[in-house]
């Protein structure tokens, strides 16, 4: 099915509009870097790649990616894309929708689910709704900032509504502290009219991956998927002040490592990884997503973030050898190269009429 696709890669060229008030925060690069080496790798795997320059270099993400325009999209298209791998922040009113109404190939989310369960407040909530073990929490805002009560104990969590990795995160352990803290955050309007306070977890952190319904390549053998599926949990360590650190200052597997068969084997692992499942479901993915749970002193889990976007980065340019992202991470366990996780990547594209 690979053999007659051309595929192009979409990067973020700019801030995805204000939403309800509420702001998120651009990565620098607009995952250009994760790109390309999407891009370098699907291209040493035999795949057909359309790039904006004819003869890329290894060593320059742009020459790999198209900007997620219109023109940008366009220029692809006249260059022979047949599948857009949408690398990107998408929203409602993005400019892929009206190619996706038209037909076109993509491998990614869709635009309006992104729109909807970016948003962790809507999202924590519909997960509790349904039973899923989400941290307490409170929503902040400009209006009852000055007003708003918690009804659980410090120390507790600050972040933005729509968040990006770890940025604006912070650990708080008093009232004053927090106060200081959400005025800061609200003054620089980095992240808009509203905030998100939670009860800090001080247990294990792991981050899940999950994989979409389809057929997968696994071991030389190819293997159906009729539900939701999980990748073997990533542990996270070294936290710097109670929270992982963004990929960008500390590389993820300086920090991170996959649980063992043994751990993964235990009653609690498989439990939260069927509850991931789940929350997959719930938010119709339809690709990767990635959730990030942590146990309270207790050791029950907790799922705190979905990531509707997990960072795809990859060791595949010879310049980033320490750049395996988390899911990277959790595919190697069952096997996968970079290059198998993005290949059965690209085998769950889907279309207007598939999806």
């Known amino acids: 099915m690979t053999d007659k696709i051309a595929v192009a890669i979409l990067y973020q060229a700019s801030k995805p509009p204000v939403k309800d ?21 699907l291209l040493h795997s035999n795949i057909a790649v359309i790039t904006p320059e004819t003869h890329p270099s290894v060593d320059v993400d742009l020459d790999w990616v198209f900007p997620d325009t219109t023109q940008g999209i366009e220029l692809a298209l006249s260059k022979g ?17 009206s190619f996706i109404e038209k037909g076109i190939m993509v491998v990614g989310q869709t635009p309006e689910n992104v729109d909807l369960y970016d948003d962790k407040w809507t999202t924590n909530n519909l997960l509790r709704q349904r039973n899923l073990p989400t941290p307490q929490s409170i929503l902040v805002t400009t209006e009852n900032l ?5 009804n659980f104990p410090f120390p507790v969590v600050t972040k933005p509504i729509r968040g990006r990795g770890s940025e604006g ?27 998100y306070v939670e009860e800090y977890l001080s247990g294990q952190e792991l981050t899940i ?27 996270r360590f070294n936290h710097q002040n109670g929270i992982a650190p963004y990929n960008g200052t500390v590389a993820v597997i300086n920090n991170s490592a996959v649980l063992s068969s043994e751990e993964l084997a235990t009653p609690k692992i498989q439990t939260l990884c069927k509850q991931c ?13 990635r959730i990030d749970c ?3 002193t207790e050791g029950n889990y907790f799922l705190f973030d979905l990531n509707m976007k ?20 959790a595919a190697r366990q069952i096997g996968w190269t970079y290059a198998d996780l993005l290949l059965n990547m690209l085998q769950q594209r889907w279309t207007k009429a598939s999806r």
Not at 22 to 37: C, L, W
Not at 169 to 194: C, D, H, K, P, W
Not at 277 to 289: F, G, Q, S, Y
């Open 146 to 150: 000055k007003a708003f009560e918690l």
């Open 21 to 41: 008030g509420i702001v998120k925060p651009m990565k620098p690069g607009g995952y250009a870097d994760s790109g390309a080496d999407i891009g370098y790798c």
């Open 209 to 235: 991956t999950i994989m979409p319904p389809g057929n997968y390549s696994i071991n030389n053998s190819t293997k159906h998927y009729a539900n939701y599926w999980c990748l073997p949990p990533v542990k």
């Open 294 to 296: 942590r146990a309270n």
């Open 277 to 289: 499942e789940t929350a997959a479901e719930l938010v119709n993915a339809k690709a990767p997503i």
């Open 169 to 195: 995160v912070t650990l708080v352990s008093s009232q004053s502290e927090l106060s200081e803290i959400l005025n800061a955050m609200f003054a620089t309007e980095n992240y808009g009219a509203a905030l």
């Open 310 to 329: 997990p960072n795809m980065t990859g060791a595949s340019r010879p310049q980033r050898g320490d750049q395996d992202s988390l899911t990277a991470l």
């Open 81 to 97: 894309a047949t599948v857009f791998w949408l690398n990107t922040v998408l929203y409602s009113g993005h400019p892929i929708e």
